[in-house]
T-cell receptor, first 118, second 116 residues
Framework: AQKITQTQPGMFVQEKEAVTLDCTYD???????LFWYKQPSSGEMIFLIY??????QNATEGRYSLNFQKARKSANLVISASQLGDSAMYFC???????????????FGKGTTLSVSS | EAGVAQSPRYKIIEKRQSVAFWCNPI?????LYWYQQILGQGPKLLIQ????????DSQLPKDRFSAERLKGVDSTLKIQPAKLEDSAVYLC??????????????FGPGTRLLVL
């Protein structure tokens, strides 16, 4: 069964520093996608970055990059130059490529709360 | 482009009452998802629609929860009767096509439900 593990309940960082949020996953499938979402206190889930299991390069989107280590089944999010507005809950999620009509929903981890201070 | 719309944003009810949530996905998105997010946890799928058909409702408590997506556009999720453990944020999401692994899901602002 698919599983996402985020072992850091909370992380603290100062403005302009980089921070790494950990994510490990478990799947027996060869084709899958990994996602990171940000959830501010307002509640909306904001898509940040995507990494495909067959992608050879680590994904990058502005200040966000994904450190993808397939053999270790890890997909850590790196935020460079943290800003106060980065304070939020961050979720790692996975979806396998569907083989049937069984559904293509995301499986989420429990999240990591990031606090950025000035 | 307008995002996923949900209403109401907040709802407080007493146990055994009924409640309904509404979602309007991004225009043109074929797939719609309802997730339940209990405090301190990640979202969990309740039901997935592709156009107006149900793809996956295996985790929907069908004795009390129901959902429909008439005409393949907006959707309604209903709880009847509500229990205390239904207190959660109900998130609606949509995606453009047919669920390839790389397809991004876009979420609405959610409805926060408190059952007293």
């Amino acid at each position: 069964a698919q599983k996402i593990t985020q072992t850091q309940p909370g992380m603290f960082v100062q403005e302009k520093e980089a921070v790494t949020l950990d994510c490990t996953y478990d799947t027996s499938d060869q084709s899958y996608g990994l996602f990171w979402y940000k959830q501010p206190s307002s509640g909306e889930m904001i898509f940040l970055i995507y990494q495909g299991s067959y992608d050879e390069q680590n994904a990058t989107e502005g200040r966000y990059s994904l450190n993808f280590q397939k053999a270790r089944k890890s997909a850590n999010l790196v935020i460079s130059a943290s800003q106060l507005g980065d304070s939020a809950m961050y979720f790692c999620a996975m979806r396998e490529t569907p083989r049937s009509k069984a559904g293509t929903a995301l499986i989420f981890g429990k999240g990591t709360t990031l606090s950025v201070s000035s | 482009e307008a995002g996923v719309a949900q209403s109401p944003r907040y709802k407080i009810i007493e146990k055994r009452q009924s409640v309904a949530f509404w979602c309007n996905p991004i225009s043109g998105h074929a797939t719609l998802y309802w997730y339940q997010q209990i405090l301190g946890q990640g979202p969990k799928l309740l039901i997935q629609f592709q156009n107006n058909g149900v793809v996956d409702d295996s985790q929907l408590p069908k004795d009390r929860f129901s959902a429909e997506r008439l005409k393949g556009v907006d959707s309604t999720l209903k709880i009847q009767p509500a229990k205390l453990e239904d207190s959660a944020v109900y998130l609606c999401a949509s995606s453009v096509g047919y669920g390839l692994s790389q397809e991004t899901q876009y979420f609405g602002p959610g409805t926060r439900l408190l059952v007293l």
